[in-house]
T-cell receptor
């Protein structure tokens, strides 16, 4: 079974630029998450989708971050404009129906300079 | 108070020893508990899940849950250098098909030396 796919693996941008990350969850997984993990900390949930509906986006900085999950499969996370403190690993995860176990993709390492 | 607390370590044990990793959580209604392993620069990998009080064993790993004390632990028997990683404790208020947010601790860095 293929795992959660994410791209790109690495991204370096200047502050105030925009960036987008892509995620394809495990087939059949209705729940999709985006996490931000700053170096030395645990992952923090940014947004959680159930199919193409948002379940929890309470910790998403909505003035600069946006996410969508069209057709309930792939998802994109966008940052515009980026700040230095956005430098982190952005992790996408998905869960199968009837489970709260989350399986992570390889992540995107973002560096804002 | 943080939702999930772990000792950041580092924890250092010799090869073949038992490594004990601990985690406490603040929300008494939490239902699902997970341990993830994260190698440096990589994404978290789920290694154990536990939902009921007591012990759950899987190979060299044993997860222990005590809901009354709001405490969950992970024991790694016969530790190997390849176990060297950061171990993340995660807690969810929900279980099964009912969705909830997964809260992570900061992780405990484990080093197993030969």
């Amino acid at each position: 079974e293929a795992g959660v796919a994410q791209s790109p693996r690495y991204k370096i941008i200047e502050k105030r630029q925009s960036v987008a990350f892509w995620c394809n969850p495990i087939s059949g997984h209705a729940t999709l998450y985006w996490y931000q993990q700053i170096l030395g900390q645990g992952p923090k949930l940014l947004i959680q989708f159930q199919n193409n509906g948002v379940v929890d986006d309470s910790q998403l900085p909505k003035d600069r971050f946006s996410a969508e999950r069209l057709k309930g499969v792939d998802s994109t996370l966008k940052i515009q404009p980026a700040k230095l403190e956005d430098s982190a690993m952005y992790l996408c995860a998905s869960s199968p129906p009837g489970s709260t176990e989350a399986f992570f993709g390889q992540g995107t390492r973002l560096t804002v300079v | 108070q943080k939702e999930v607390e772990q000792n950041s370590g580092p924890l250092s044990v010799p090869e073949g020893a038992i490594a004990s990793l601990n985690c406490t959580y603040s929300d008494r209604v939490s239902q699902s508990f997970f341990w993830y392993r994260q190698y440096s620069g990589k994404s978290p990998e789920l290694i154990m899940s536990i939902y009921s009080n007591g012990d759950k064993e899987d190979g060299r790993f044993t997860a222990q849950l005590n809901k009354a004390s709001q405490y969950v632990s992970l024991l790694i028997r016969d530790s190997q250098p390849s176990d060297s990683a950061t171990y993340l404790c995660a807690v969810n208020r929900k279980r099964g098909s009912t969705l909830g947010r997964l809260y992570f601790g900061r992780g405990t860095q484990l080093t197993v030396w030969p």
